[in-house]
């Protein structure tokens, strides 16, 4: 079972292409690092303004998943 899939969205809001990365949370109880590396993964994508590096917009939590907006 993949507990990882990304998928290619449009951003309606401002119609510009987004990736929509998403994990399921029974993932983060089983790596116990996973939080942590996730975390560190949006502060750094968040500050980083290159057109050649992803950008980190938002993150959105369901009952059985989290969905990273980049």
């Known amino acids: 079972m993949n507990e990882l ?8 809001r401002n119609n510009s ?7 399921k949370l029974e993932k983060f109880k089983q790596v116990p690092k996973l ?10 994508l968040s500050r980083i303004e290159n057109t050649h590096i992803v950008k980190f917009i938002e ?12």
């Open 17 to 23: 292409l987004v990736a929509i990365k998403v994990v």
């Open 59 to 70: 993150m959105l939590i369901t009952k059985n998943n989290y969905y990273f907006v980049y």
């Open 5 to 12: 899939k990304v998928y290619k969205a449009l951003d309606m």
């Open 35 to 44: 939080e942590e590396f996730t975390m560190n993964e949006i502060q750094t």
